[in-house]
């Protein structure tokens, strides 16, 4: 089909700058109620769903109140200038599109909650998540800032993870949660490195004043960045960097492997954030980033193509292969959903403009059938009581209205015309025979891949809708009707379904097109689609996937144990995952008890000796010349009160009792307060006298209850191991003293002090500029660094308490 | 524990008796003069923590309580005392951080500190009168609660 003409735009309207007041109230109104959910789940019960159905709903409003407005720029709000990140909200047709399915969706799911979750525990926690989760989403989708945006990333992370973990007892959950945690947490900071080497970049280009945080200003200078990027070698790290963000959130291969263990959650929470939203952020990450990677005039096969296209396709087929596999039929949706998100990244790896059609458009198309199915297959766990493929059949005498939606929803989801899912995969494929037409060779692989994975696609699609005929299984018990809640959400994205269908360029127009206009750099135009009426390359592609597709259909069941029996050890992404885990626990259980003996001598000696390798580790590695020492006069006293101090110091080593170590010990601090005296610094020998004394008294009252004498002498390596140590010790903090007074501080700062410290020779009677004390260390103390003086105090006075709760908790059955 | 007074002697029981006024004056003079000499609030608390160790290491804690602040014996006794020395600590730290806050409701930023100097002052002429005293008074009173609550607390065991 001459599937698409790029036109250049709508009739240009001059964009409107969205309302700061709506966008805020966009992002923070889930926040705020889910804040109040607990409360007013006290109040409603189980309607509560009906409570956060309306807040949803607002939000779904005010989002479309933005749309109609055709808002189109940047809301900044301060938030941390000293380090220019702001609280900037982007809205555009990309940011649009997502909030629409979070917001969209958001409102169908919390109705379908209302019949789902009837009876089921921990509500209140339920429905204050999903709102926070729906709040981060927003924030991910209108991010304008990098921060903002990897904080809202890192949100929908954690509320994923209690939502999958819902059922807190049960092991399979708390397994699917962890899991989920650590994948897609550890690629958002991943992700986060990526972020910070873009501001990097921002800095080193004249093009943009200072650094940036501001996305859509990095993408205005997105030559500038590249240039600066390619220069220093950096641009594929970045791209990796952003791309692990990417694959984790999105599922992609390899890390597809939290997603299929996400459906241990509630399913509306599938169908919510498993395949409508959260999973959406990778994609909607490399949508957004696309026109800063991938200039206008870009090589076919750049180092994006190759990077997102390779891992977009790579998924796309492993994961529709791995649905064929599937035994359950929300293990099959899960993998599924990998494949078509792998599709999208797929499309949008391409450089060519078809590629960020098929993405745009696929956001949408696989929203609509995905979260139907979703939901029908809720309605089948429900109703049937399995989600076993091969326990289930004939469900459309007892189902017959989600039937039909599952009829609609699974030939989208097929590809198979005249169906949404059709015009978006016939693009996929459009863009991938033209990338290999101009690269020719190996590049031919692209097209096979796409078709080969769709084979797959096509299989399992038509899987799930065959469980509604045939005959019904032997064991299936009485199916019941669904509750009205539970019907409607999903009926109404089959209808989306149907009328994007039969009218494909009204949504692009409406709203498909902005989003292709967020994903391409350069101006924003629109697209359109017609249904194929000559025969072209990509039309045979299609031909072939659903002729091969239907021809495979009846070896469907060969096909499923053959990849199931495949799926051995390391072919599994699961055997890395799970060998990986099990091996830090295993290897934090072997060195923990090495470490943390309980024996007091053994935790000094591990911090110890961290402490010497850092700092000498620090040394070496800033390449440190040790400071020449001039003119370094002693006076005769001064020599008399550090040899006192040194024959202390061996008397401490040979002492035969801890009294007489105590004493000995205070010899060295006393000398050493001595030593402040006739080195003209009274403060501090004051300090370090009364100090001293005290921690005399202090270990005299402890010794009371200890042995008087040392146990038996500890054998020779250990003894040999403590020596070494020590020596490190003193050296380190040797070489520290020299270091440190070597690099003389700025002399400003000195200058500052005594200037300032003092009474001024004028002044009025009342001053707040001056220290106004001759005393100079007493009014750093107390004015000019309050601050420290602050944190030391309070670091005494918890310390008190510490020792308070520790001698009191003892005994007190806390220990084993 | 150590310092019961059936295991001290005379002569240190007499010392520590004069002593221990002198230790404590001079505590208090430490934090006065601080601002121009040296001193200040938190040499003068450890001084202080200082002279009360020394009674519990020559009359014991019960002494204290019995005989200077006059609780009662009973029972849990031993643990009002260290109760009012974390409550010293809790009121000095509360001091300091009021006394940084202050300068907030002036309009000038969190810790900022003044100094006024009264005039026509019989005897002295002038005052110096620092808000920096207020932040170590509170000092002072965090470091004595925060160490004699230790020290209570382990010469308790």
Known sequence: ?816 | MSGSSGRTTVISRTVARIVVPIILVTAIALLFRGHNLPGGGFIGAVLAAAAFALVYVIFGLEFIQREILDIAPDGSERHQLVESYRWMASLGLALAVASSLAPLAFDMPFLTQGVLFVEGIPIYHELEVASAFAFDIGVFFAVVGGLLTIVAEVGNE
């Open chain 1, 1 to 816: 089909m001459g599937l698409t003409t790029p036109k250049s735009a709508l009739p240009t309207i001059s964009p409107v700058q969205p309302t700061p007041e709506v966008v805020l109230a966009v992002v923070f109104l889930p926040f705020l109620a889910a804040a109040f959910t607990p409360a007013v789940y006290r109040l409603l019960g189980e309607r509560t769903a009906y409570f956060a159905a309306a807040v949803a709903l607002v939000t779904l409003g005010l989002v479309t109140d933005q749309y109609l407005a055709g808002a189109d720029g940047t809301v900044a709000f301060e938030w941390i200038p000293s380090l220019g990140v702001s609280l900037a909200f982007h809205v555009d047709g990309l940011a649009l599109l997502i909030a629409f399915l979070a917001s969209g969706v958001g409102v169908l799911i919390l109705t379908y909650s209302g019949g789902y979750m009837h009876g089921e525990p921990g509500q209140a926690k339920y429905y204050a998540t999903l709102l926070a989760f729906m709040g981060s989403m927003l924030g991910v989708a209108l991010a304008g800032d990098l921060i903002a945006l990897f904080v809202f990333w890192e949100l929908t992370s954690l509320s994923s993870f209690i939502l999958i973990g819902h059922y807190t007892g049960e092991k399979a959950s708390q397994y699917a949660a962890r899991k989920s945690m650590l994948i897609t947490v550890s690629g958002g900071l991943f992700m986060l490195v990526g972020f910070l080497l873009l501001v990097w970049a921002s800095g080193q280009t004249t093009a943009i004043e200072g650094t940036t945080y501001s996305i859509q200003t990095l993408i205005a200078h997105a030559d500038a960045i590249r240039e600066v990027l390619s220069a220093s070698g950096l641009l594929v790290p970045v791209l990796v960097l952003v791309g692990l963000g990417a694959a984790t959130k999105s599922a992609q291969v390899p890390f597809h492997v939290w997603l299929p263990n996400a459906m241990e959650a509630p399913t509306p929470v599938s169908a919510f954030l498993h395949s409508a939203t959260m999973v959406k952020a990778g994609v909607y990450l490399v949508g957004r980033f696309r026109p800063l990677f991938l200039p206008e005039d870009a090589a076919v096969l750049g180092e994006w193509t190759l990077i997102f296209a390779v891992l977009g396709l790579l998924t796309m087929t492993v994961a529709a292969m791995l649905a064929v596999s599937a035994t359950d039929i929300k293990e099959l949706l899960a993998y599924s959903t990998a494949s078509h998100l792998g599709l999208i990244i797929a499309a949008f790896g391409f450089a060519n403009s078809y590629g960020a059609e098929a993405g745009a458009f696929h956001i949408l198309n696989h929203a609509s059938f995905k979260a139907a199915l979703f939901m029908v297959a809720g309605i089948i766990a429900h109703e049937a009581g399995t989600r076993k493929i091969d326990r289930l059949g004939g469900l459309r005498k007892h189902l017959p209205i989600t039937a039909v939606i599952a009829v609609v929803a699974s030939l989208s989801m097929a590809g198979f015309p005249p169906f949404n899912g059709f015009y978006s995969k016939e693009l996929l494929f459009e863009s991938t025979y033209y990338a290999a037409k101009h690269m020719g060779g190996i590049a031919w692989v692209f097209p096979v891949v796409a078709v080969f994975g769709s084979i797959f696609t096509f299989l399992y699609s038509i899987k799930f809708a065959s469980l509604f005929f045939g005959d019904e299984p032997d064991g299936l018990g009485h199916v019941h009707r669904p509750p009205i809640a539970m019907l409607v959400p999903p009926a109404i994205l089959g209808a989306l379904v149907l009328a994007i269908s039969a009218q494909p360029n009204l949504f692009i127009e409406g709203l498909v097109g902005e989003v292709y206009g967020s994903v391409v750099p350069g101006d924003a135009h629109s697209f359109s689609v017609h249904f194929p009426t000559e025969l072209t390359p990509y039309v045979i592609m299609s031909i072939i996937t659903i002729v091969v597709g239907a021809v495979s259909f009846p070896f469907y069941d060969t096909l499923h144990d053959g990849i199931n029996a495949a799926l051995r050890g390391p072919t599994r992404a699961n055997w890395w995952y799970d060998n990986f885990v099990e091996g830090l626990t295993t290897t934090s259980v072997a060195v923990t008890p090495k470490v943390q003996t309980g024996l007091l001598r053994t935790y000094a000696t591990w911090s110890l000796f961290g402490f010497v390798a850092l700092a000498l580790g620090g040394y070496a590695a800033a390449g440190l010349q040790i400071p020449a020492i001039d003119g370094l006069s002693v006076s005769i006293p001064i020599v008399l009160v550090l040899l006192v101090a040194l024959v202390a110091a061996f008397a401490v080593d040979i002492a035969p009792s801890h009294v007489a170590g105590v004493l000995t010990l205070s010899i060295v601090g006393f000398m050493v307060a001595i030593f402040y005296i006739l080195a003209d610094a009274p403060d501090l020998a004051l300090t370090q006298l009364v100090v001293e004394t005290l921690v005399l008294v202090i270990f005299l009252l402890v010794l009371d209850r200890l042995p008087a004498f040392y146990g038996d002498a500890p054998d020779r390596t250990v003894s040999i191991r403590d020596g070494l140590l020590s020596l490190a010790v003193g050296t380190t903090v040797a070489l520290t003293v020299l270091f440190s007074t070597d690099a003389s501080p700025d002399p400003l700062l000195q200058r500052f002090f005594i200037e300032r410290g003092g009474v001024p020779a004028e002044h009025p009677p009342f001053f707040a500029d001056f220290g106004g004390g001759s005393n100079i260390v007493n009014v750093i103390l107390v004015d000019f660094r309050g601050i420290d003086t602050m944190g030391e105090i309070s670091v005494v006075v918890m310390a008190s308490l510490a020792i308070l709760t520790l001698v009191r908790m003892r005994g007190q059955g806390e220990t084993q």
